[in-house]
């Protein structure tokens, strides 16, 4: 199954109206079909996208799109994904958020070889747990993922007696994306130097799905599941929904004990958030924003409540996924190591050819120095399979950095800045200066990589790897 633009139009009432300089658009994430096999091809290649009206971008696509349309999963049934390379370099895919085997995993060199231009690749995997994800490279990635090559995974919740997806009148994936772009639509410098040894540099177009500011239909009378997922390469989105009650149910795909009130919540690089709006009668308008500093706000989409049928039946509170299936650390034995993340602040000499590897930062004093297929820099940590563990982390920088560790999902415990109720993620936004310690259990063997996620952070030393054997 190519899963292209137009497939994504079809599946999902994806339809245009113009309504002023936004458009107006229908969109749901279709219920998986536990019937057909997980089967699906993705050719990445250039693509022209139509980001700015009456302009082409030259990006990137996955089947030559953007946005893809999202891949469908079933929690506990094998997927399996043909990847294409039609790029003039090399890539992979890394299914980020996935506890899948090291060898799915889509970082080149650590866990397979790189994907070269004109071959094929092919994924295959069974997703244990049920949430929002993403996929992306692991290769270039400030240019691959700057010029549009991220997509959704969503896996769907295995059959249950407790919760149904369909519970929910409304499904809506929002890929949150901020473009490198001038009035005509070609692309600005995806990185500087100066700014990527601070928060990286950031796009000034804001699209979410692809499109600025747009007006999105959804049922009147029901509860809606909005799935964020930040797939920008450096910006910080704080969301909030302006003048109408929401709940937070999952963070990074992991459903809470009980739904959280949403005031505001700030989701770094590659984080995802589900949130639920029981949205009002017919007619109604929903704005979500997202907070520039103190008092900036910023729309980014609006709700527009329809009378559409639905079958879905209205609970008094949001319908609450259920756990996926986590092993708990043993805190009373877990075993402490202890990170630094730290601003390195130097560029290294030109090589004889000229060429400089700039290293703005690093973790435990060590920048991350690259790796090719005969040079493998050592791990930060040694793990033992089944053991648990608890990580202290400290930012000793003056900036945020969402710190994503692949393979595996470690449980916050506390900060020294905020108070914590203990969740389940992939990926920790930690403040500037701010102590983090999270803790799992090691069950999943393999090289995880272990990163800052704003892209230009980790391409200039702000990320290593650790070791489950």
């Not at 970082?107 to 004109?118: A, D, E, N, R």
């Not at 049920?130 to 995974?153: K, M, Y």
């Not at 990185?191 to 601070?198: D, G, S, T, V, Y």
Request: aromatic share 8%.
């Amino acid at each position: 199954m190519i899963v292209s633009r137009r497939h994504f139009l079809q599946k999902t009432l994806y339809t245009g109206l113009l309504i002023g300089s936004s458009l107006s658009v229908s969109l749901n994430v279709a219920r998986a079909d536990k019937n057909k096999p997980y089967h699906y091809t993705l050719t990445l290649e250039p693509a022209d996208f139509p980001l700015i009206p009456g302009t082409t971008t030259p990006g990137l696509g996955f089947n030559g799109q953007y946005p893809v349309t999202p891949i469908k999963a079933k929690q506990g049934q094998q997927l399996t994904i043909r990847v294409i390379n039609k790029l003039n370099q090399p890539t992979t895919v890394h299914w980020h958020g996935i506890r899948l085997p090291i060898a799915m995993d889509g970082v080149p060199f650590l866990s397979q070889k790189p994907i070269m231009p004109g071959e094929t690749f092919v994924y295959q995997f069974t997703p244990p747990d049920a949430g929002t994800f993403w996929f992306h490279p692991h290769v270039n990635s400030v240019e691959q993922l700057g010029r549009g090559l991220v997509g959704l995974l969503i896996v769907e919740e295995a059959d249950s007696d407790s919760f149904s997806p369909a519970q929910y009148a409304a499904d809506i994936p929002l890929m949150l994306k901020n473009w490198h772009l001038n009035k005509d639509g070609s692309f600005k410098p995806l990185m500087k130097l100066r700014n990527a040894a601070r928060m990286g540099t950031s796009g000034r177009h804001q699209t979410v799905n692809g499109i600025a500011k747009p007006v999105i239909e959804v049922p009147a009378n029901g509860w809606v599941r909005l799935r964020f997922a930040n797939v920008d390469n450096t910006l910080v989105y704080r969301l909030k929904i302006k003048d109408h009650p929401a709940y937070i149910i999952s963070i990074d795909a992991n459903p809470l004990d009980q739904p959280r009130p949403l005031d505001s919540y700030s989701i770094g690089v590659g984080m995802r958030v589900d949130i639920a709006i029981k949205t009002p009668q017919a007619g109604s308008e929903i704005v979500i924003e997202t907070l520039i500093g103190k008092r900036k706000h910023q729309e980014l989409l609006r709700l527009k409540t329809l009378d559409m049928p639905s079958t879905a039946a209205v609970s008094a509170g949001p319908p609450l996924p259920s756990k996926n299936p986590l092993s708990e650390p043993d805190l009373s034995s877990a075993e402490v190591k202890r990170f630094v993340f730290e601003w390195e602040g130097a560029i290294t000499p030109a090589d004889g050819e000229g060429n400089t590897t700039p290293k703005f930062w690093a973790i435990n004093r060590i920048p991350w120095a690259g790796m090719s297929a005969g040079q493998i820099p050592e791990p930060l940590a040694e793990l033992s399979l089944g053991k648990s563990y608890i990580f202290d982390l400290k930012n000793n920088t003056p900036h945020r950095h969402p710190i994503h560790i692949h393979g595996i999902m470690f449980k916050v415990l506390r900060s020294n800045q905020k108070k914590i109720e203990p969740f389940f993620t992939d990926t920790v936004l930690m403040e500037k200066n701010e102590r983090v310690q999270i803790a799992f259990v090691a069950d999943n063997p393999g090289r995880w990589m272990y990163h800052c996620h704003v892209i230009e952070h980790m391409k200039t030393g702000l990320m290593g790897y650790i070791r489950i054997s």
